[in-house]
């Protein structure tokens, strides 16, 4: 075998090695964002991690103690969550979150709550008005 055929295959393994390690890190980690009205729909697989966002319901929180069960909700339906992940401080009602974990018979199961953080723009147009 030549020189030339030996650095085209060796080359050619490097590269299939390094898209196949991109994929194979990549699989794991995208996780699609849904409605509520989505998962109301039926369109999930049930226990299969995905995200849903949406915006708290005020009023629908629960604290039981260190599980807490709340409504997100995007405006056209609503879907039940409950977490026993620590909340960040800026948790409340009427506050944009998207929580990651997997729908269940009942209601979604998060892993994990995060909190939308208004842009700073927004933050200084509320205090200037």
């Not at 299939?16 to 699989?27: A, E, K, P």
């Amino acid at each position: 075998m030549s020189a030339t055929k030996r650095f085209s295959l060796a080359a050619g393994v490097i590269v299939i090695s390094i898209v196949g390690l991109i994929v194979w890190s990549l699989s794991g980690t995208t996780a699609y964002y849904r409605t509520p009205s989505e998962l109301n729909s039926g369109s999930f697989e049930e226990n299969r991690t995905v995200r849903v966002a949406g915006i708290v319901v005020p009023g629908s929180i629960e604290l039981a103690g260190t599980t807490t069960n709340f409504m997100v909700s995007d405006g056209s339906a609503e879907v039940a969550v409950t977490t026993e992940d620590a909340l960040p401080d800026t948790f409340a009602g009427d506050v944009e979150v998207v929580a990651e974990g997997a729908m269940g018979a009942e209601a979604f199961s998060a892993s994990s709550v995060l909190v939308k953080c208004p842009s700073k723009m927004e933050a200084k147009l509320a205090s200037e008005g």
